[in-house]
Nanobody
Framework: QVPLVESGGGLVQPGGSLRLSCAWA????????MGWYRQAPGKQRELVAD??????????DSVKGRFTISRDITGNTANTAYLQMTRLEPEDTAVYFC???????????????WGQGTQVTVSS
C-alpha cells in the first residue's frame, strides 16, 4: 500500500501553469520533509523541491522563481504538499515523484516513501 497519493500533472503549453498535490494517507507516522523529484527520459532522477515540517524550502536552481512548494500541517489536509509550477518550459517535461521522509511513531529511523509518479508534459 502506497501511503502517498499524488494528483495533478498533465499536458500544458509552454508558459502555462500546473499544480501537483501529494497527500500522506496513513495515520501513525511522523512526517519530516516532503517534496518532489522528477525524471525525464534518458536522465537521472533529480530533486525539484522539498519542504521540511518547519517550513524550510529547497529548490533546484532551474525552477527557482517559477515553482513554489507549500505544505498543510494541520486540519483535514494535514501532511499534504503542493507544488505550484508556473512559467513551465519544455525542459520541465518529466515524471514527477512525490516523496515523504517519514517514520512510524514507534520506529527509530526515518526513510523515504514514494508516490506513484505523475506525468507532466510541456509542449505546444
Amino acid at each position: 500500500q502506497v501511503p502517498l497519493v499524488e494528483s495533478g500533472g498533465g499536458l500544458v503549453q509552454p508558459g502555462g501553469s500546473l499544480r501537483l498535490s501529494c497527500a500522506w494517507a496513513t495515520s501513525g507516522f511522523r512526517i519530516n520533509a516532503m517534496g518532489w523529484y522528477r525524471q525525464a527520459p534518458g536522465k537521472q532522477r533529480e530533486l525539484v523541491a522539498d519542504i521540511t515540517s518547519d517550513g524550510f524550502t529547497n529548490y533546484t536552481d532551474s525552477v527557482k522563481g517559477r515553482f513554489t512548494i507549500s505544505r498543510d500541517i494541520t486540519g483535514n489536509t494535514a501532511n499534504t504538499a503542493y507544488l505550484q509550477m508556473t512559467r513551465l518550459e519544455p525542459e520541465d517535461t518529466a515524471v514527477y515523484f512525490c516523496y515523504a521522509h517519514a517514520k512510524e511513531r514507534s520506529a527509530y529511523s526515518y526513510r523515504n516513501y514514494w508516490g506513484q509518479g505523475t506525468q507532466v508534459t510541456v509542449s505546444s
